[in-house]
């Protein structure tokens, strides 16, 4: 018989004799819907929900193993929304500390050879708001990476970046300055394309600031300028430093990061070429088809451009 008032439940039962037990419902008054013999010692059936009590009293101290399978009706419906509930409010929880975990500002690890200043830097990025344990600034960043640069004159590349709950600082210090010599009558141009991270001009006028992106061909220095709403020419004497951010790949049988950068450095120094900081992003870390890891590697190259033949400052 089929059971459309679908308000019960559907039973499972494991045991032999099944039609004794059927009979002993219907004597009871129990009616039985949906019936499915699965095997000799397994059926499935579906019992109305004011039958429930009468019925489990009748099948307690039996030998059969009976098991519901599934709910209809209102109960069931309610059940659903209880367990949905739960599902919903875990799934709230987690989500909220996990994003508490990463929200909340831990520390700061420093990067780069600007590393020694660790303390000095601390105590700056303190009062730009980074304490432990408050709410993690990283909308500020960008703008801090400018800022930083701008006031703390000893450095030439800052790089923030947030690393869970960890401030990741990657801090370059500034090289010694370069001689300039040799004025020049026409505009200063860039020869290659980075960030500007110093400028230093004694005649002339300044095109760019520290933090600004600049393309080869640009120009740097003018000798073309407003003196008091006037426009004077003048020569040029200045010098503009460029970080120049070069982006390869390395394979090494070893996955250490700190060899994979030795060994970078010292391919690059042996063809002539020098660079200020090598980094190595672990996260691009990958396994090759020779069993060898592929490391991606940035290379940040010191460029002055000044009135002489562009030179490159090694470490």
Do not use: H
């Not at 070069?246 to 994979?260: E, F, G, H």
């Not at 190595?280 to 870390?285: G, K, M, R, W």
């Amino acid at each position: 018989m089929a059971y459309f008032d679908k308000n019960g439940k559907r039973i499972k039962v494991t045991g032999l004799n099944q039609t004794n037990l059927l009979k002993k419902l219907w004597v009871n008054g129990i009616t039985v819907y949906d019936y499915v013999k699965k095997s000799p010692k397994v059926c499935f059936f579906t019992v109305k929900r004011e039958d429930f009590s009468k019925f489990f009293a009748i099948t307690d101290k039996t030998c059969y193993n009976i098991k519901t399978i599934k709910e209809y009706g209102v109960k069931s419906f309610f059940k659903k929304i209880k367990n949905a509930a739960v599902f919903l409010i875990a799934f709230f929880v987690f989500t909220v500390a996990s994003y508490a975990a990463s929200a909340v500002f831990t520390g700061i690890d420093f990067y780069g050879s600007g590393a020694e200043y660790s303390e000095r830097l601390t105590t700056y990025f303190n009062k730009q708001g980074f304490k432990s344990y408050r709410l993690f600034p990283e909308a500020k960043l960008k703008e801090l990476e400018t800022k930083t640069l701008k006031e703390n004159d000893y450095l030439s590349f800052v790089s923030l970046k947030k690393r869970g709950s960890r401030l990741k600082a990657t801090v370059i210090k500034k090289v010694k300055d370069l001689s300039v010599k040799n004025p020049i009558k026409t505009d200063l141009v860039s020869d290659v394309s980075g960030i500007v991270s110093s400028v230093q001009v004694y005649r002339g006028f300044a095109a760019v600031r520290v933090g600004d992106e600049v393309q080869k061909g640009d120009i740097l220095v003018k000798t073309k300028g407003l003196i008091k709403d006037n426009e004077v020419e003048t020569d040029i004497i200045a010098m503009v430093t460029i970080k120049v951010t070069v982006t390869d790949k390395i394979t090494l049988l070893t996955n250490d990061p700190v060899a994979a950068a030795v060994l970078y450095k010292t391919e690059k120094e042996a063809a002539g070429e020098y660079s200020d900081e090598i980094f190595v992003e672990e996260d691009e870390l990958f396994r090759n088809d020779d069993g060898g890891y592929i490391f991606k590697v940035t290379a940040i190259k010191t460029v002055a451009v000044s009135t002489y033949k562009t030179a490159a400052t090694g470490i």
